[in-house]
């Protein structure tokens, strides 16, 4: 209490290493502003503001490159890509997801008049179980929607096999999954269709904005007639598509965004390493483990708060929260726990016991290409119980 007072009454502006400073869960990576002004100058020069200019075409030619895949369009946020790439691949009917992501996941579904169908997740990889798959399958099912949860992939193999028997369609929310490898390939070249984000909270943004990666050159002209209100020339119209089209101005601050990428992503990796050695002796505290084929991207850093530690999860929640620290509870509730999902009836729906633990138990603590090991210090300071003496 004393404490808090005199920081309160001290003027001077807190430096990073502070340890009143708060700390967010993440925080975006932008470059100098000057090394953006030149692009920002050609799109006043040119007037060109968006439908496809030459800043958007760039980007989708370095992003093809950059993450290894073939084609690539550009969206003005995931979650539209998500619809459209529903849409896309005409799915109708049931599609099995899971319930431990962010609304939007399943939203897309609800939006195309698709019911979502939740299956458990694994309690290793936190990801959609292969193995629980098989049994949510109907004759209405057309399609599985797996996340690749905190950049983690998915059993992208099992699923695939399922989906070839049962002749389902994939489509990856890859949101969390910029960049992220397996086996030395990109995850993103799995499944039918990969939706990324490039939101301000994701490991690689352009403020706004996402992109659906497409294997297959004709699906990648159908999804961009959808983005395009289903426009094909200027007289001729082939569905009813929404305007999904990503503007100059992000992609151009895109553009700029990959140059930096490699160098954030190997910050953030040291944010991570540092985490794991302060946390590995920690009783109760569990740190999530990508596989070891994989590299993943850093962007989330996940805890399990166990019945062998101190304080509850929340308990634990508010006690950083009370030291300016911000950590998140992602993913908590599960979607098939808010409203517009609690009515679906299925048996599957309340068969979630990994699904509902984890969320129960997990807390994301921050972590940000600009976060100090020395702010990582604290944070891990403040997980150690207190000693009782
Ligand atoms: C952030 C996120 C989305 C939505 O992305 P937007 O670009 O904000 O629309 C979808 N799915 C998951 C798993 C996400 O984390």
């Known amino acids: 209490m004393a404490r808090s007072v005199i920081s309160a009454l001290s003027s001077a502006v807190p430096a990073p290493d502070d340890d009143r400073e708060p700390i967010y869960v993440t925080r975006p990576e932008l470059p100098p502003l000057e090394a953006f002004i030149p692009s920002l100058r050609k799109i006043w020069d040119s007037k060109i503001l968006t439908n496809s200019g ?4 760039e980007f989708e030619r370095k992003l093809c490159e950059y ?6 369009a550009l969206f003005a946020n ?13 799915i109708t009917g049931e599609v099995i997801t899971t319930p431990y992501s962010f609304v939007a996941t399943a939203h897309s579904l609800l939006w195309n008049g698709i019911k979502p169908v939740f299956v458990d997740i694994d309690p290793e990889t ?3 179980d292969p193995r629980r798959i098989e049994a949510a399958i109907t004759p209405q099912t057309t399609a599985i929607m797996p996340v690749h949860c905190y950049g983690y992939p998915c059993d992208v193999e099992r699923i695939q096999a399922i989906a070839d028997n049962y002749g389902l369609k994939v489509i990856y929310d890859a949101a969390h999954a910029f960049a992220v490898k397996r086996q030395g390939t990109s995850v993103l070249a799995h499944g039918d269709l990969s939706v990324l984000s490039f939101h301000a909270t994701k490991g690689f943004t352009t403020f706004e904005g996402g992109a659906i990666v497409c294997p297959d050159d004709k699906i990648r002209q159908r999804i961009n007639h959808l983005k395009n209100f289903g426009f094909v020339d200027e007289v001729t119209v082939v569905a009813p598509g929404i305007n ?13 965004q990959l140059e930096g990428i490699d160098k954030a992503l190997a910050k953030r990796g040291a944010v991570d390493r540092r985490y794991r050695a302060g946390i590995a002796d920690l009783p109760g505290i569990r740190c999530l483990k990508p596989p070891a084929d994989a590299r993943t991207n850093h962007s989330y850093f996940p805890i399990l708060v166990e019945a062998g ?3 509850t999860r929340d308990e634990l ?6 030291h300016n620290i911000f950590v998140r509870r992602y993913f908590y509730p599960l979607i098939s726990d808010f409203p517009m999902y609690r009515g679906l009836s299925s048996a599957a729906h309340d068969n979630l016991p990994v699904a509902r633990r984890i969320s129960g138990q997990v807390l994301c603590l921050p972590i940000y290409p600009d976060l100090t090991l020395k702010q990582v210090d604290r944070i891990v300071e403040l997980l150690r119980p207190p000693k009782s003496t």
């Open 317 to 322: 929640y508010q006690k950083f929260r009370d």
């Open 78 to 90: 995931c979650t539209i890509g998500l619809v459209t790439a529903l849409q896309a691949l005409r």
């Open 54 to 57: 030459p800043f958007h075409q």
């Open 309 to 311: 530690y101190p304080l």
């Open 67 to 72: 993450l290894g895949v073939k084609h690539i």
């Open 126 to 128: 936190f990801n959609l």
């Open 244 to 256: 999904g089209k990503m503007s100059e101005f992000n992609a151009a601050l895109g553009l700029l």
